[in-house]
């Protein structure tokens, strides 16, 4: 079933948790924007929701000095600002208890489609939602937004949709993975379908092999102790680059509707093939000149969690039979880079001399920094000096596209406003992350049970030599990081 769609002018937006760090850094800088681009009118309403005890007008005063610091473009605008914030109310509730659900209800006007979005720990997910529906807050027409971490393993994900569905149904549920909602990733699924040039070659036959990576420059340092209990393989493999893997591998869906881009994404994990454990590599960073490494971060010095993974993964389908998926993630990498570079077969017979050492043909899709698309090409070299050959790249770049016709979106904007226009394809669905969890399970209770411990790695390196080794082996090589 899909959820109604509604003028984006007859929403209530409630948001838990809206004292917090990602309330203040991304869902009100971002709602703010949408509103000073008009796409949010006069008549929504946004209700914040802590338990912390403070007015309306003092939450106002914090909101104004955090959009001052995150969204400062639009914040120098008193007028449109004063606006905004006219627009913010502030209801004291403690999830887990029985006050402040009738101020809330009270709120909240009759006619408005309701969306909850719950930015607050994932053990009070089930407690809201029944909160919800117990003190009528929720209609049918009500969406409910959930963030990362979902669950822990299979049984912890499996409890948590069932919390959830025990008060809303799946097609209220949006799951939030906010990698969908960059504009590269939107673009992967423009570029493949929208184009004759592309889908043809899309498949083994012509590429051979695809490489993505997520590398952050930071450590842990800061949420160690939240970190440690996760490490790279739940906190981002089984996420984030597992929607990158499915939107990469995917069978053209029969319309860009949500059940048939999401129903396509879970044939992707349900066709993984088990990944044995030579085909993958746990590293952890050490410390160096004096700085603390990911142990000191943590504050464990008999941690056995990885800040680094990678891993060759292969799909057990027609498409994708002999074409090997590298992913790579982690902390204190060389630079802040994510991309999926797929790499494609070189021509079956060369017919030039002085061929030059190829990398060869690929598309490189850059989801940060300066999202974009790379087109990586084989030319002649310019110039009077014979016939030589040499790689060049053709360069998207979007925010060039973009300034042309808008105002750059982040992630979190895109996806807000996906909530309220009730669009669930950029968001997870249940079955999507539990198949996710089936697949990383197996792989971590084998580190469990063998008590595996990560190789060290450098600070600002690209990550362990024992990763560089699995293309190696295979005749193949990591790009760059940075
Ligand atoms: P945070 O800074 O610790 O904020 C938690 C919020 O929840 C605060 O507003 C807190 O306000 C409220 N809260 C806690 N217990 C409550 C209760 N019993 N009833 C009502 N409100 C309660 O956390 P955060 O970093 O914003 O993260 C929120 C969620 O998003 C978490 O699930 C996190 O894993 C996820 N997430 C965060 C980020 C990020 O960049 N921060 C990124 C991805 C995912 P009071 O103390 O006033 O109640």
């Known amino acids: 079933m899909v959820s109604r769609v509604i003028p984006v002018n007859l929403f209530d937006l409630v948001i838990f948790g809206a004292t917090g760090d990602l309330a203040k850094r991304k869902i009100l800088p971002g709602l703010f924007h949408r509103f000073a681009v008009g796409q949010m009118p006069a008549k929504a309403g946004i209700i914040a929701v802590a338990r912390t005890a403070m007015s309306a007008d003092s939450f106002r005063d914090i909101v104004r000095e955090s959009l001052m610091e995150f969204a400062p473009k639009f914040a120098q605008d008193k007028d449109l600002l004063a606006r905004f914030l006219g627009q913010i109310d502030y209801v004291r509730v403690d999830a887990t208890g029985d006050q402040g659900w009738d101020e809330l209800a009270a709120a909240l006007r009759p006619d408005t489609v309701r969306s909850f979005y719950l930015s607050v720990a994932p053990s009070l997910f089930g407690t809201i939602a029944a909160q919800l529906t117990a003190h009528n807050i929720a209609t049918k027409d009500s969406r409910i937004v959930v963030e990362k971490p979902f669950g822990h393993d299979l049984a912890s994900a499996q409890a948590l949709n069932a919390d959830l569905r025990r008060s809303f149904d799946e097609h209220q549920i949006y799951r939030i993975d906010h990698y969908l ?16 040039l592309w889908e043809p070659l899309w498949n083994a036959t012509h590429i051979d092999h695809v490489q993505i990576t997520v590398a952050e420059d930071l450590g842990v340092d800061g949420r160690g102790e939240y970190y440690d209990q996760s490490g790279a393989m739940r906190d981002m493999m089984q996420n984030h680059l597992m929607q990158l893997l499915c939107l990469t591998a995917m069978e053209p869906p029969s319309r860009f509707q949500p059940s048939a881009v999401r129903d396509e994404k879970l044939k992707v994990i349900e066709a993984l093939n088990p990944v044995p454990q030579t085909d993958i590599v746990r590293g952890q960073y050490r410390g160096r000149d004096g700085a603390g490494g990911y142990l000191d971060h943590v504050g464990n010095s008999k941690s056995r969690t990885e800040s680094y993974i990678a891993m060759k993964v292969t799909i057990g389908n027609w498409r994708w039979a002999g074409t ?87 992630a979190y904007e895109r996806l807000i406003m996906d909530v309220i226009r009730g669009d669930q394809t950029l968001f997870m669905r249940g079955d999507e992350v539990e198949a996710a969890w089936a697949w990383a399970d197996p792989i971590i209770n084998e580190w469990q049970s063998a008590r595996s411990t990560p190789v060290p790695y450098d600070q600002g390196s690209s990550g362990p030599d024992d990763a560089l080794m699995l293309l190696h082996r295979d005749g193949r090589r990591w790009r760059e990081i940075g």
């Open 324 to 410: 090997p998926f590298y992913l790579r993630t982690g902390k204190k990498l060389r630079a802040r880079t994510s991309e999926i570079a797929v790499v494609f077969r070189d021509p079956p017979h060369m017919i030039f001399p002085h061929v030059p050492e190829r990398r060869g043909n690929a598309m490189i899709i850059r989801l940060q920094p300066d999202e974009g698309i790379t087109l990586r090409n084989t030319i002649k070299e310019p110039g009077p000096g014979g016939f030589r050959l040499a790689e060049v790249n053709l360069d998207m770049t979007f925010a060039d596209i973009v300034e042309e016709h808008s105002e750059p979106q982040d």
């Open 181 to 196: 909602g960059k504009e590269t990733v939107q673009n992967l699924m423009a570029l493949r379908f929208a184009n004759a």
